[in-house]
């Protein structure tokens, strides 16, 4: 079985410029995470999508960035204009997403590292 | 106030000793779910153990065992036997809730290294 596959792996870009990056979840997984992961720190949940519906975006800096999943499938995260603080690793998690008790685990793909100048 | 703590931000142990990793942890809900995650210095996080807040049993998986004491809110992971292949970042990690909807929160992990 695959597993959750991310593009790009490394990102190098000057602050307000803009990026993506892309996720592809294990198939048949419904619920898919973007993590952001900051040096020497533990992975912070940025969006949690749940099919093509958005679950949980609390700490989505909303101003800069977006993210979609427009077919319930892979999804795409965007930072615009990026700053000098968003450099870190954004890791995309996936997990089957049944409605039962949270015992669901998420796996991980290997996360792409952004580094903006 | 952070709802993952590990105070422990780095630890070391000699190979095929025993270790535990600190975990505390802080909810108001009922119904939530502990993870243990390693991560390599290659970046991918892999999924060690899981234990649920209604669990009478603390869980087990191969050479990890997780030390659940729920009164005191904490879920402190044992490897026992180390391997040098052990060395690598560990996060403890709560999803809150019944569901599988339920927000996920991470400490900032703890730095293992496994001496020959």
């Known amino acids: 079985e695959a597993g959750v596959a991310q593009s790009p792996r490394y990102k190098i870009i000057e602050k307000r410029q803009s990026v993506a990056f892309w996720c592809n979840p294990i198939s048949g997984h419904a619920t898919l995470y973007w993590y952001q992961q900051i040096l020497g720190q533990g992975p912070k949940l940025l969006i949690q999508f749940q099919n093509n519906g958005v679950v949980d975006d609390s700490q989505l800096p909303k101003d800069r960035f977006s993210a979609e999943r427009l077919k319930g499938v892979d999804s795409t995260l965007k930072i615009q204009p990026a700053k000098l603080e968003d450099s870190a690793v954004y890791l995309c998690?996936?997990?089957?997403?049944?409605?039962?008790?949270?015992?669901?685990?998420?796996?991980f793909g290997p996360g792409t590292r952004l580094l903006v100048l | 106030a952070q709802k993952i703590t590990q105070t422990q931000p780095g630890m070391f142990v000699q190979e095929k000793e025993a270790v535990t990793l600190d975990c505390t942890y802080d909810?108001?809900?009922?119904?939530?779910?502990l993870f243990w995650y390693k991560q390599p210095s290659s970046g991918e996080m892999i999924f060690l153990i899981y234990q649920g807040s209604y669990d009478q049993q603390n869980a087990t998986e191969g050479r990890y065992s997780l030390n659940f004491q729920k009164a005191r809110k904490s879920a402190n992971l044992v490897i026992s036997a180390s391997q040098l292949g052990d060395s690598a970042m560990y996060f403890c990690?709560?999803?809150?809730?019944?569901?599988?909807?339920?927000?996920?929160?991470f400490g900032d992990g703890t730095t293992l290294t496994v001496k020959p």
């Open positions: 909810t108001s809900d009922p119904s939530y779910g």
């Open positions: 990690a709560m999803r809150e809730g019944r569901t599988n909807a339920g927000k996920s929160t």
């Open positions: 998690a996936s997990s089957l997403g049944g409605l039962g008790f949270s015992t669901e685990t998420q796996y």
